[in-house]
């Protein structure tokens, strides 16, 4: 039933909310973002443990297995996002990604208990559906909650929300099989009561989204459309050329995180091993240089919020995608990873990633039909899924015969392509909110230029 309140506007600090929603529905969008993100990357470690500690698989077949678990949980999701988008606009939002951070506890709950490989691989599809579930639906509810003169700040919360919680996760849950070892429990025992406690976690978290979350559906009962009009409406919005540049740079900005998590810890990784430092001390050096990305990603939210809220969102995505290009292009410019000299790149690189994150999520939050929200959302998170399918395996080709620095080289390339594109819809079809400021600053600058008289 779609929730029949009146629609009331409400200021929630330095964030204004589209009408209907309240503080409290806020704050349980505040509790989705810490979470679901946090969550999610507890995979990588629990992968590891699995492999090791239950199934006992040589280190020489460890890399091939867990990039099949990765390959099976982006194949699910691209069947699943468009779905889930789909189903939530017909049954609301909180139901979905209520039942998804659910299914992801259980996905995490069976994954210590597998007998074989092929076991393992039917409970990371049981995980990679609760995470298609939980991740579409929290991207469509940060498109939904904003006022669209505080879409980009909504953005940014989001993702300083997510950065802490993944840091949590990573110091907190990371953390607790040496803490259960210590207190006597095997290995097998410590890592399987982890799982049993992120179960927990994800079982309290579905809770509170029930009670904070805004029910119903954004449209009325009668005015819905139907499953066949929402099936097709993620393929048919894309004539919209803002919605289609929004589509491109998810193809891109979901494959720059993975690209960055992936080859830049494998790239310090194996330049820490080539040094003579032992795999325990290069891992942690690697996680170092990872890390200085992220606090440089999360230091540049509040810039790239304030921005995408101050000018047409074209011209932000324009400028986000410039970042990106400078950022990731950079990166071919660094000889050492471990040297004192690349941190400026490192810096840069967190800067272009989250930049081209957030433009892509602001431009298909502003332009996606409210009726129709899920499934274009939906649409969205499918296209970058396969983004990262792609960029992955050409990265990883690239990375293995060419240098370690060609995966970004490569990125910067695809961000610089949507850069141009970003310039030519900006000229055609910019959409809301004419950027006065972004015209007057370009007069200000032609101004400062010599003539050409």
């Known amino acids: 039933m779609s929730d029949q309140s009146q629609p009331t506007s409400v200021k929630f600090g330095f964030l204004h909310l589209a009408d209907g929603i309240s503080k409290k529905n806020c704050i349980g969008l505040f509790i989705a973002s810490f979470t679901v993100i946090g969550l999610l990357t507890f995979i990588s470690t629990s992968t590891a443990f699995v492999l090791v500690e239950v199934l006992n698989v040589p280190e020489s077949e460890r890399g091939r297995i867990t990039g099949d678990l990765v390959f099976?949980?982006?194949?699910?999701?691209?069947?699943?996002?468009?779905?889930?988008?789909?189903?939530?606009?017909?049954?609301?939002?909180?139901?979905?990604?209520?039942?998804?951070?659910?299914?992801?506890?259980?996905?995490?709950?069976?994954?210590?208990?597998?007998?074989?490989?092929?076991?393992?691989?039917?409970?990371?599809?049981?995980?990679?559906?609760?995470?298609?579930?939980?991740t579409g639906m929290l991207g469509t509810i940060v498109a939904d909650y904003p006022r669209e003169d505080s879409r980009g700040r909504m953005v940014a919360v989001a993702g300083m929300l997510n950065g802490v919680?993944?840091?949590?996760?990573?110091?907190?849950?990371?953390?607790?099989?040496?803490?259960?070892?210590?207190?006597?429990?095997?290995?097998?025992?410590?890592?399987?009561?982890?799982?049993w406690i992120i179960l927990g976690i994800c079982v309290v978290s579905g809770i509170l989204y029930s009670i904070f979350l805004k029910g119903g559906t954004p449209q009325s009962k009668g005015d819905q459309p139907d499953y066949i009009e929402l099936a097709k409406a993620g393929f048919l919005e894309a004539k919209n050329p803002r919605i289609a540049l929004a589509y491109a740079s998810a193809f891109v900005a979901r494959a720059d995180?993975?690209?960055?998590?992936?080859?830049?810890v494998l790239w310090a990784f194996n330049a820490a091993n080539a040094a003579g430092i032992d795999s325990a001390a290069a891992t942690s050096r690697a996680n170092i240089i990872f890390a200085t990305t992220q606090t440089a990603a999360l230091i540049w939210i509040p810039v790239c919020g304030?921005?995408?809220?101050?000018?047409?969102?074209?011209?932000?995505?324009?400028?986000?995608?410039?970042?990106?290009?400078?950022?990731?292009?950079?990166?071919?410019?660094?000889?050492?990873?471990?040297?004192?000299?690349?941190?400026?790149?490192?810096?840069?690189l967190g800067f272009g990633q989250i930049s081209a994150f957030f433009g892509a999520t602001t431009l298909i939050g502003q332009e996606a039909p409210t009726a129709e929200r899920g499934a274009v959302v939906g649409m969205f998170?499918?296209?970058?899924?396969?983004?990262?399918?792609?960029?992955?395996?050409?990265?990883?080709?690239?990375?293995?015969?060419?240098?370690?620095?060609?995966?970004?080289?490569?990125?910067?390339?695809?961000?610089?392509?949507?850069?141009?594109?970003?310039?030519?819809?900006?000229?055609?079809?910019?959409?809301?909110?004419?950027?006065?400021?972004f015209d007057a600053l370009i007069a200000k600058i032609k101004s400062l230029l010599p003539s050409s008289s």
């Open 257 to 264: 995180l993975v690209i960055l998590g992936t080859f830049l």
């Open 72 to 134: 099976l949980t982006e194949i699910t999701q691209i069947l699943l996002f468009s779905a889930a988008g789909i189903v939530a606009d017909r049954i609301g939002r909180k139901p979905v990604i209520t039942f998804g951070i659910i299914g992801m506890g259980i996905g995490y709950v069976l994954y210590p208990y597998a007998g074989d490989v092929v076991e393992l691989s039917v409970y990371r599809i049981v995980y990679a559906i609760g995470l298609a579930l939980s």
């Open 165 to 195: 919680g993944v840091i949590i996760v990573a110091l907190g849950l990371g953390n607790l099989p040496n803490v259960f070892v210590n207190s006597g429990y095997t290995p097998l025992d410590a890592g399987r009561l982890t799982h």
């Open 381 to 437: 998170n499918m296209v970058g899924a396969i983004g990262i399918l792609v960029c992955s395996a050409v990265g990883g080709r690239l990375f293995d015969s060419i240098d370690p620095s060609a995966p970004f080289v490569l990125i910067g390339l695809l961000n610089f392509g949507l850069l141009i594109a970003s310039i030519i819809v900006r000229r055609m079809a910019p959409g809301q909110m004419p950027d006065k400021n």
């Open 306 to 348: 304030y921005f995408l809220d101050r000018f047409n969102r074209v011209s932000g995505l324009a400028f986000c995608m410039f970042m990106a290009t400078l950022g990731y292009g950079c990166m071919g410019l660094v000889d050492d990873i471990l040297a004192p000299s690349a941190m400026p790149f490192l810096i840069l």
